[in-house]
């Protein structure tokens, strides 16, 4: 017992040496972090526009994907705008080598999930992939690092292998609607389907813009027998 607080101290004095000469720093806001934060302060996480939209059917995500795919459900986290307090971790998870960022932020929606109607059907979350091409140059896949986090507040396992992305499309972010569409369909594929026979999936994605890409997915789940889909994002752009 005196051992293990012992330690604890030890840890918890090396954490303040460390923050001493390379303080921390909230990846939105740019303030120190204090020792027991992690990536973001709490200030910002209190600050985050929350949708809350898994208890509410019919929400503009499901109007949004409504005869364009078959599922369940669909809810994201947060609000996403340029400018909102969401978008600078959306930047440092894709761009700046923070995964961590991506587990944080599914952990903490894990936890909201926890115990609903909405997470209690799901037997495995599914990330969206990323083409092995673009994994090498990013080095993770950030709905993975999301799923992880999910999947650490749920207990819930992940599936990694089973859908695969075998086109390497361009990036998506200047394209309009339409060619966006036709930039991603048929690029996804089910290596087995029959490991998601009679499964209700959570397919997981970073944020849902136009819903493009997870339409594709929803073409190529179709090849499972009796598969539901259910889809949880952390940022809407809506
Ligand atoms: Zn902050």
Redesign the pocket.
């Known amino acids: 017992m005196k051992l293990t607080a012992l330690s604890c101290e030890t840890m918890f004095a090396l954490r303040q040496f460390s923050h001493l000469f390379f303080p921390q720093v ?1 990846v ?4 120190k972090l204090l020792v027991q934060e992690k990536c ?2 709490l ?2 996480i209190f600050k985050l526009p929350k949708t809350n939209n898994f208890k509410e059917t019919d929400n503009a995500l499901e109007m949004l994907m409504a005869g364009r795919m078959p599922f369940e459900r669909i809810a994201s986290f947060c609000l996403y705008s340029k400018k909102g307090v969401l978008a600078p971790m959306m930047q440092y998870l894709k761009y700046r080598n923070r995964d961590d960022i991506g587990v944080l932020l599914g952990k903490m929606y894990g936890e909201d999930l926890r115990g609903s109607d909405f997470l209690q059907p799901i037997d495995i979350i599914v990330p969206v992939p990323l083409h092995q091409k673009k994994l090498k140059q990013r080095g993770y896949n950030q709905a993975e690092m999301i799923a992880k986090g999910l999947s650490e507040a749920t207990s819930i396992s992940i599936s990694t292998e089973n859908l695969v992305r075998t086109i390497h499309n361009p990036t998506q972010t200047k394209l309009d609607k339409s060619r966006r569409w036709e930039n991603v369909k048929e690029i996804f594929d089910v290596k087995n389907p029959g490991q998601f026979e009679n499964k209700h999936i959570l397919l997981v994605d970073d944020i849902i813009t136009t819903g493009s890409t997870l339409e594709a997915c929803g073409v190529a789940l179709q090849e499972c027998n009796n598969l539901k889909i259910s889809v949880a994002a952390i940022g809407q752009v809506l």
């Open positions: 909230c939105s806001c740019g303030d973001i302060c200030k910002c």
